[in-house]
């Protein structure tokens, strides 16, 4: 009965704890690179899933350029911009966009891809070096929080983040869901993976949840950062 499922969660965390000992920092530039470089998508964007998490986040920064006089955002930020696929897609909401990967071959190639579209400024830095090109009436971290291995560095990006969004400003966060075992563990609000993520950026005395949305395997959170 209940000692079956308390028993996978210890065992989730003591899996969660281990990686954290043997991998104490964030993902590094090299592997980043060494993923780009080994296939073009790495990370599937034409998935279905991927596909359907894209269309469901750009609609929400769809209504927030519909509240504005021009139709559209001013000043925004991608996290982890990879290839370009979402980037292409901002470009069009924003006025001015930045995308950030801490992978250069990733942002040549986003480069690449949106060479026609104007607006697009292009920066090797991780979500804390971004501040410097600040401030961003929104910023948009999609399937990148989860890259990050400790949980400070984890806090870290999340205060940086909420630091450089104006006051009224939003930020749209896409994490992978993982198992019910970790995302449901009392644990999961110290070592956060897949939604628990979400609900530990949420959880920023700044911050509001506006929106919470799931699809298959995606959680899709809105904020807004107190005025």
Same mark, same amino acid.
């Given at each position: 009965?209940?000692? +079956?499922?308390?028993?996978?969660?210890?065992?989730?965390?003591?899996?969660?704890?281990?990686?954290?000992?043997?991998?104490?920092?964030?993902?590094?530039?090299?592997?980043?690179?060494?993923? +780009?470089?080994?296939?073009?998508?790495?990370?599937?964007?034409?998935?279905?899933?991927?596909?359907?998490?894209?269309?469901?986040?750009?609609?929400?920064?769809?209504?927030?350029?519909?509240?504005?006089?021009?139709? /559209?955002?001013?000043?925004?930020?991608?996290?982890?911009?990879?290839?370009?696929?979402? /980037?292409?897609?901002?470009?069009?909401?924003?006025?001015?966009?930045?995308?950030?990967?801490?992978?250069?071959?990733?942002?040549?190639?986003?480069?690449?891809?949106?060479?026609?579209?104007?607006?697009?400024?292009?920066?090797?830095?991780?979500?804390?070096?971004?501040?410097?090109?600040?401030?961003?009436?929104?910023?948009?971290?999609?399937?990148?929080?989860?890259?990050?291995?400790?949980?400070?560095?984890?806090?870290?990006?999340?205060?940086?983040?909420?630091?450089?969004?104006?006051?009224?400003?939003?930020?749209?966060?896409? /994490?992978?869901?993982?198992?019910?075992?970790?995302? /449901?563990?009392?644990?999961?609000?110290?070592?956060?993976?897949?939604?628990?993520?979400?609900? +530990?950026?949420?959880?920023?005395?700044?911050?509001?949840?506006?929106?919470?949305?799931?699809?298959?395997?995606?959680?899709?959170?809105?904020?807004?950062?107190?005025?």
């Amino acid at each position: 009965g209940a000692r +079956f499922p308390s028993l996978r969660s210890v065992g989730y965390l003591l899996l969660s704890l281990r990686a954290i000992v043997r991998h104490p920092t964030s993902r590094s530039v090299q592997e980043f690179d060494g993923e +780009f470089e080994a296939s073009r998508d790495p990370w599937g964007y034409d998935r279905p899933d991927q596909v359907q998490r894209i269309q469901v986040a750009l609609a929400e920064i769809d209504r927030l350029a519909a509240s504005r006089p021009d139709g /559209t955002v001013e000043s925004a930020l991608e996290i982890g911009c990879a290839e370009g696929v979402v /980037t292409e897609l901002l470009a069009q909401r924003c006025r001015r966009l930045v995308a950030v990967d801490l992978s250069s071959v990733a942002l040549a190639r986003c480069q690449e891809r949106c060479r026609d579209l104007k607006g697009i400024e292009y920066r090797q830095s991780d979500a804390v070096g971004a501040a410097a090109w600040g401030p961003y009436e929104l910023v948009v971290a999609m399937d990148v929080l989860e890259c990050i291995r400790s949980p400070s560095d984890l806090r870290r990006a999340r205060d940086a983040i909420v630091g450089m969004l104006l006051p009224g400003g939003h930020l749209v966060v896409t /994490t992978t869901r993982q198992h019910p075992v970790p995302e /449901t563990a009392w644990w999961g609000r110290w070592i956060p993976v897949g939604a628990r993520i979400n609900e +530990f950026v949420g959880r920023h005395p700044r911050l509001e949840t506006v929106r919470e949305l799931t699809t298959g395997i995606h959680a899709i959170s809105l904020y807004r950062k107190a005025a």
